[in-house]
Each structure stands twice: as structure tokens, then as C-alpha cells.
């Protein structure tokens, strides 16, 4: 349990780029074009690491149905991430209505039928 809150859980997939937000500089809060320009460089950014996690998805799908078939996990870790995965399609569906533009091109992968 120690290891996990000093290093995170392993079996957690890439952060996708997703890194801590940085604050402005003394300079960036004096200057109101200069804090709206970091501004938009954090929301940049951060959209970017959403988006190469939903592009992921398909890989996740896969690794949990190998894992489901292999019987290596517990239904406990399935279920979580069957959750995970749940939270980031809709993310990806939230994007697809907000801004389409940053996700890649192409038709938009589909959650296999149950």
C-alpha cells in the first residue's frame, strides 16, 4: 500500500502526457495577454493528453478481454476497468460533440456489443 501512494498503481495505463499544472510566472500574471496565452497553453495541453488517451481505447478494450479470458485478474479489476474505460468512452463521446477537431481523424471506434 505504501508503494502504490508513493508510485501510483501499477496496473494504471499511461497518464498519456498528462502532467501537473505548472503555475504562471510573476511576469504571466502581470500581464493579462501574457496569463491568457498560458492559459490556453495549459487547456492545450491538457486536451492533448485526453485525446492520446482516447486513443487508446481500442488497446484497453483488448487488454481487458485478454485478461477477462485469461482469468489473470479478479472480477474486481475487471469491473474497474470496465468502469475506467466506460468514463474515458464517454469523455470521447464528450469530445466528439465539443470538439470534434481534436480527436484524430477517422470513424470513431464503437463499444462492442454485450
Not at 81 to 98: K, M, N, T, W
Amino acid at each position: 500500500m505504501q508503494l502504490m501512494a508513493e508510485q501510483g498503481d501499477p496496473r494504471m495505463p499511461a497518464k498519456g502526457g498528462l502532467k501537473p499544472r505548472q503555475p504562471a510566472s510573476a511576469e504571466q500574471l502581470a500581464d493579462p495577454q501574457a496569463y491568457a496565452a498560458f492559459e490556453d497553453e495549459q487547456t492545450r495541453s491538457q486536451v492533448q493528453a485526453w485525446t492520446r488517451g482516447v486513443e487508446q481505447i481500442p488497446a484497453i478494450r483488448e487488454r481487458i478481454a485478454q485478461a477477462e479470458q485469461a482469468g489473470d485478474r479478479s472480477n474486481a479489476e475487471l469491473d474497474e476497468a470496465r468502469a475506467a474505460l466506460v468514463q474515458l468512452e464517454q469523455l470521447q463521446s464528450q469530445l466528439q460533440q465539443q470538439a470534434p477537431q481534436l480527436l484524430p481523424s477517422g470513424p470513431a471506434p464503437q463499444a462492442p456489443a454485450d
